[in-house]
């Protein structure tokens, strides 16, 4: 169980086109999914916090008008990469905690396999 | 926000050699969690720990938990080239703060 999936896997585009990334908890229900960005040989940095049914939460530096996050029910959160640039290639990793019942402590989270993004 | 470190950012070993990794966090945290990642992939949970438990093994796993010294330990006995990952320790509250990952390689 608890298993995070992830699509795609990998996604080539080219400069000012946005891109979607779609993060889904498949065995149970998620109120907070967290996206993190990982440029190579780094670590995670998360980006933000998506709360269902609430605005997303976004980490100091990221922009919220380029990174677009829907965490429109408790099994599905996207990302959308608007008008991307190259710098924007990287390794976007999602994660889902447990639970359906507000913001709490959460005990594990789940993360999905990630989405290498290239712009080119 | 990055607030865990782990330490050492590299770790070089021969197989059947034991790895031990550190990690150390900022702030309070209900749990900790280990995780793996090999290259380009994503990341694996390998164990958690509790606020209240001090150790706790999984397999070749051994992790430990000092919440007065903020810190945590993780170590694989007997290590395997298969091994050969980043580990990130990771502190559970309300949002998680990753670490910056210790580089493990394991030489056959």
């Known amino acids: 169980g608890a298993v995070v999936s992830q699509h795609p896997s990998w996604v080539i585009c080219k400069s000012g086109t946005s891109v979607k990334i779609e993060c889904r908890s498949l065995d149970f229900q998620a109120t907070t999914m967290f996206w993190y960005r990982q440029f190579p040989k780094q670590s995670l940095m998360l980006m933000a916090t998506?709360?269902?049914?609430?605005?997303?939460?976004?980490e100091q530096g990221v922009e919220k008008d380029k990174f677009l996050i829907n965490h429109a029910s408790l099994t599905l959160s996207t990302l959308t990469v608007t008008s991307a640039h190259p710098e924007d290639s990287s390794f976007y990793i999602c994660s889902a905690a447990p639970g359906t019942s507000g913001r709490a402590p959460y005990n594990e989270q789940f993360f999905g396999p990630g989405t290498r993004l290239t712009v080119l | 926000s990055q607030q865990g470190e782990e330490d050492p950012q590299a770790l070089s070993i021969q197989e059947g050699e034991n790895a031990t990794m550190n990690c150390s966090y900022k702030t309070s945290i209900n749990n900790l969690q280990w995780y793996r990642q090999n290259s380009g992939r994503g990341l694996v949970h390998l164990i958690l720990?509790?606020?209240?438990?001090r150790e706790k093994h999984s397999g070749r796993l051994r992790v430990t938990l000092d919440t007065s010294k903020k810190s945590s330990s993780l170590l694989i006995t007997a290590s395997r080239a298969a091994d050969t990952a980043s580990y990130f320790c990771v502190g559970g509250s309300y949002i998680p703060t990753f670490g910056r990952g210790t580089s493990l390689i394991v030489h056959p």
């Open positions: 720990i509790r606020s209240n438990e």
């Open positions: 998506s709360n269902e049914g609430s605005k997303a939460t976004y």
